[in-house]
């Protein structure tokens, strides 16, 4: 596509519930990332994926939180047992190399855990 | 890993004013971009500068990265401009983008 598109732009859910939220990255990019934005502050990385596989992980926060990218393309980012404190802005980059390749942003998927 | 430091935190102008901000980070970097986050909270691609200057209308930055550190220019300020400016590293074997705090600016009509 033109741009990186996330769904759903928003979600509400309770607290403990699952939540699965998509990216579809820029079409020819390889490198795809995913961030966590709260409130007033800088996005945080949490995951990248060189094609299917997770080159780093190391920015999860815990195992409730997991991410695949099964054919290269699409990725969607699941959060098991969601909790309140899990409340913020994912967003979701790609890029076409991954090594020093510029990051395009999309809009953003806002969470909200009651 | 690398430590990304934006000032001012906040700034306010007048419409019409110029304006810079100031990035420094810890370590040699192999990528480093400038976003503008609109109220929407779209993070929009301003520049992608690991180093040298680059100027696009009425917004330009430059990266010493020997010194370690970059600056974005903004003549002419327009209300259309307020939001969170962030700039965002990469360094080493890391491939991931390190993001500052951001300058939250406010341009007044």
């Known amino acids: 596509g033109a741009g990186v598109s996330q769904t759903p732009s928003n979600k509400v859910t309770e607290k403990g519930k699952y939540v699965e939220l998509r990216c579809d990255p820029i079409?020819?990019?390889?490198?795809l990332y995913w961030y966590r934005q709260s409130l007033g502050q800088g996005p945080e990385f949490l995951i990248y994926f060189q094609g299917t596989g997770a080159a780093d992980d190391s920015g999860l926060p815990n195992d409730r939180f997991f991410a695949v990218r099964p054919e290269g393309s699409v990725s969607t980012l699941k959060i098991q047992r969601t909790e309140r404190g899990d409340s913020a802005v994912y967003l979701c980059a790609s890029s076409r190399t991954l090594v020093g390749g510029e990051l395009f942003f999309g809009e953003g998927s806002r969470l909200t855990v009651l | 890993g690398i430590q990304v430091e934006q000032s001012p935190p906040d700034l306010i102008l007048q419409e019409g004013a110029n304006s810079t901000l100031r990035c420094n980070f810890s370590?040699?970097?192999?990528?480093l971009q400038w976003f503008h986050q609109n109220p929407w909270g779209q993070l929009i691609n301003l520049f992608y500068?690991?180093?040298g200057t680059k100027q696009n209308g009425r917004l330009s930055a430059t990266t010493v990265a020997t010194e370690r550190y970059s600056l974005l220019y903004i003549s002419s300020s327009q209300t259309t401009d307020s939001g969170v400016y962030f700039c965002?590293?990469?360094?080493?074997?890391?491939?991931?983008?390190?993001f500052g705090s951001g300058t939250q600016l406010t341009v007044l009509p």
């Open positions: 965002a590293v990469s360094s080493g074997s890391a491939r991931q983008l390190t």
């Open positions: 079409s020819g990019h390889t490198a």
């Open positions: 370590d040699s970097v192999n990528n």
């Open positions: 500068i690991p180093s």
